[in-house]
DNA sequence: GCAATAGTGTCTGTCAGACAATATAGG
DNA sequence: CCTATATTGTCTGACAGACACTATTGC
């Protein structure tokens, strides 16, 4: 029997990774992504930012986990979380080996700026999504100062966040999870075209979202506009389907 | 300091979780789908079938682990392997804390019958999705002597490989992972039918196909038919994009 | 020539993009 | 009335589904 086939059947005669969670939280600000970053205390990248996480306790599931997470270290008590994908390089981390499962959480502009506010540690650093079509390239993230490199692999967690929300954006609700409850269309197709990156013709737009039925006209308007306000919809979760 | 805040600064403090991939080997079988089942033989799910899986090395990243138990247990050489989820439920494994990272692998037909002629222990099984349309519920994997049930909660990673083939079939080149290196555009079909469960327009289906670009017309045509044969394709990987 | 499937042409409905017209709130 | 944006209407081109027709191979 080799090395290799002895762990498929004595787990605990062998060490064990550290099983981390990491999370993107995703925020639009004045019209671009944003993403909220902790700072490093501790070497290694010291002093460099990063995404907020923490490792997985032998008693709490993964969501739990992010959600402990997304309230201990962002001070958020509610955001769309979902699972985005699992980065278990072996040398990810210099200290020691540890598999991180990234998760993918969506903030409306007032929850982004509630946190910044209420956690004066976080950075809020814009996304900048190269337009390279399909295939999942490298992201700048930056703030009006500069370019903030990231620690570890978190920069690539960041470029798959962004991926993912682009394919999810016109077929899911994540587009729902970036804005408040009650919203104008303009809003919405702000946010699309925040995440696609490019613009989107307006009447198309409507049609589609409204063909969709995941829109409740509440009719009731946005105010202190100094036109004609907008109506304001709510999204009701698909029912037949 | 909590418990819980202790975690984040010193993971030696704690119990590890082990960490696991499993692999969802699908191909199709007769215009199904299917999957290959190794039999447990030791408890829990004892005499269960379950999904060919093994535990991360510490030294190894998690696709080298998912490919050394695509070799190791289902004595596939080479296969389109990609992450699929990651499960984490506390005790979805009663003897101990395992968390397992599940990955999605592709086998055309003859890899597929190669496999089972190899390795005698392995069980095909058909799987049939209902059609609940996009919402995943849970999938129906039998043979022809009836249903199979599968151990830990295997049947909701095999739910979820379907979900995930299906969703990706029509804008990413999964559906050629199923098919051997020259097919036609009937085979094509046939796959994209079975793993749909629909039938599809023929005509409709070549135009799309070919206005891809993702196909190289070979010049050559099957053999062995008693009617005009089709002409072979290949899979060409997009070049622009 | 017959059987059976490959491959093509054409019609039609759906839908997105483009563009423009109309509606409405505050001032 | 004027400004600025919301909302709607209409035209057009792209494309999928439906259906029927032509092509080709073995027998």
Redesign the pocket.
């Known amino acids: 029997m080799t090395d290799r086939e002895a762990l498929d059947y004595d787990p605990n005669a062998y060490q064990r990774p550290s099983v981390a969670v990491d999370l993107v939280l995703i925020g639009i600000r004045d019209s671009r992504p944003a993403v909220l970053l902790v700072k490093r205390d501790a070497p290694p990248f010291a002093g460099r930012r990063a995404l907020p996480g923490g490792f997985v306790g032998i008693d709490e599931t993964l969501d739990d986990a992010a959600a402990r997470v997304l309230h201990g270290k962002a001070g958020i008590a509610k955001a769309h979380l979902e699972q985005l994908y699992t980065f278990g390089a072996v040398a990810r981390d210099p200290r020691m080996r540890i598999i991180s499962v990234a998760y993918l959480a969506l903030l409306d502009e007032a929850a982004f700026a509630a946190a910044l506010e209420d956690m004066p540690s976080l950075l809020a650093a814009t996304i900048t999504v190269p337009w390279a079509g399909e295939t999942g390239g490298a992201v700048e993230i930056a703030t009006p100062k500069g370019p903030v490199p990231l620690a570890f692999d978190h920069a690539d967690i960041v470029a798959l966040a962004m991926l993912r929300l682009r394919g999810k954006l016109d077929y899911s609700d994540v587009g729902f999870a970036l804005l408040p409850d009650r919203f104008?269309?303009?809003q919405l197709q702000d946010v699309h075209e925040a995440i696609l990156g490019v613009p989107?013709?307006?009447?198309?737009?409507?049609?589609?979202m409204l063909?969709r039925g995941w829109l409740a006209a509440t009719g009731e308007?946005e105010a202190g506009?100094?036109?004609?306000?907008?109506?304001l919809y709510r999204f009701r979760t698909p029912q037949g389907a």
Chains 1, 2 share one sequence.
């Open positions: 104008t269309l303009r989107l013709n307006k009447p198309a737009f409507r049609r589609r063909d308007r506009t100094s036109f004609r306000p907008a109506e």
